[in-house]
């Protein structure tokens, strides 16, 4: 039950405090709550028909009174390590997958793939939610759930433009999964553990184990891909195999020649909500998962209990390789300087 005083329309709360101020990420997790099914539209969220004003999206959104205090307290209890830059913390590895062909086909290491497909096949989970590619639109990305370990593969690598993961929770609920794993940008892992903590049982008592990616920025698909790459380059989306950044964006073509865009050019088509950002490091995931900069291999952050059995029950199956991290300064120089330029910090 929402107490009276927190009663608030759709109108008053998200579309005067965030949406017009430009800080709505379009995560979706509104439009998956609302009881009254009124708002449509999870990437620009508008109301569809008359809201009664029962407060639900306002307690809910990440963008709407966010208390990382809060989270912290629900989430962390014992036993980890506190960095100033990049959150609460148990362990922080170097790591990549063993299997070749899943490499092949990762942004990284391949150790988020690896990791739901040691949950799934030890039955840990019985689903995961990723993000794929639309049928429509080349590296469009859409939210998906995903089950076994072949669909999970098919999804590796990371897309650039916003994927509201949030919403394959729907699907998940309406699956009937007992224990799922969810994968997403810091934002989304916000919205996620705010489920958990309002909390909304139908999409969050499954959830068994997160994992979140390192996020200096999203891009619009529209602006960096359409306008820019297709247009400007003229470079056919259809024949992009890869996109990565690696201090500054490297495409590269199913040919295999590639084409590097400065950032500097590739900022103006950063998400308006993503300049406000201040989680680079995804702290409120299980486990959290970047490139910084280095070439096949993951660099993870491993924050909770549960993260740290499922990194290392991969690590004991023999899942995983676990590289040497004591020559690491460049990967934590630019954990460090992301973070803390995110949440405006000198650096
Ligand atoms: C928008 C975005 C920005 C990022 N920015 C940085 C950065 O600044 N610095 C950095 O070090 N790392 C960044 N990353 C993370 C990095 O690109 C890799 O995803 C991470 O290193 C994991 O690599 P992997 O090989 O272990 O993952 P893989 O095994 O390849 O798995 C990646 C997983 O991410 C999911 N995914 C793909 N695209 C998206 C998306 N748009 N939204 C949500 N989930 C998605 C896939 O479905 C897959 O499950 C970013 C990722 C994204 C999506
Ligand atoms: S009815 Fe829907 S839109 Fe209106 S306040 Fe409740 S959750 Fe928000
Ligand atoms: S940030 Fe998410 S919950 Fe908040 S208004 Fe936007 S889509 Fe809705
Ligand atoms: S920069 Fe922040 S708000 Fe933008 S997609 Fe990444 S985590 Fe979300």
Same mark, same amino acid.
């Given at each position: 039950?929402? +107490? ?51 407060? @639900? ?11 990382? $205090? ?9 036993? +980890? ?6 959150? &609460? ?11 070749? #062909? ?40 859409? $939210? ?50 705010? @489920? ?106 491993? &924050?909770? &209990? ?30 460090? &300087?992301? #973070?803390?330029?995110?949440?405006? @910090?000198?650096?």
């Amino acid at each position: 039950l929402i +107490h009276k005083s927190q009663r608030v329309g759709f109108e008053e709360s998200l579309q005067e405090k965030v949406i017009s101020k430009k800080q709505c990420i379009g995560c979706g997790v509104c439009v998956l709550v609302c009881p009254s099914n009124c708002i449509e539209h999870p990437e620009n969220p508008r109301l569809a028909k008359k809201c009664s004003d029962c407060g @639900l999206c306002a307690r809910i959104c990440p963008r709407y009174e966010f208390s990382d $205090p809060n989270i912290e307290k629900m989430l962390f209890k014992d036993g +980890h390590m506190l960095s100033e830059d990049f959150g &609460r913390f148990r362990r922080i590895a170097i790591a990549k997958v063993n299997d070749e #062909s899943l490499l092949q086909r990762a942004q990284d290491g391949g150790v988020v793939s690896a990791l739901l497909n040691y949950a799934l096949t030890s039955k840990i989970i019985d689903g995961a939610i990723v993000s794929s590619t639309s049928a429509e639109k080349p590296l469009y990305p859409v $939210p998906k759930l995903v089950s076994t370990p072949e669909e999970v593969a098919e999804c590796a690598g990371a897309r650039y433009c916003y994927s509201p993961n949030i919403m394959a929770l729907k699907e998940a609920f309406e699956q009937k999964k007992k224990s799922i794993a969810f994968v997403g940008t810091g934002c989304q892992i916000h919205a996620m553990r705010k @489920l958990e903590a309002v909390p909304i049982a139908k999409y969050s008592t499954f959830l068994k184990f997160s994992i979140g990616l390192l996020c200096a920025d999203a891009f619009t698909y529209e602006g960096l891909m359409e306008r820019y790459i297709q247009g400007t380059l003229g470079i056919n989306l259809n024949e992009i195999s890869k996109i990565n950044i690696k201090g500054k964006i490297i495409v590269t073509k199913k040919s295999g020649e590639t084409v590097t865009i400065p950032l500097n050019i590739a900022k103006q088509f950063v998400h308006d909500a993503c300049i406000s950002c201040t989680d680079f490091s995804s702290q409120f995931a299980d486990i959290s998962a970047g490139g910084l900069g280095l070439k096949n291999w993951t660099f993870v952050i491993i &924050r909770t &209990r549960i993260g740290e059995e499922i990194f290392e029950g991969a690590e004991k199956a023999g899942i995983l390789k676990v590289g040497n991290l004591e020559s690491q300064k460049d990967a934590f120089d630019i954990l460090t &300087r992301l #973070s803390r330029r995110k949440k405006k @910090l000198p650096i």
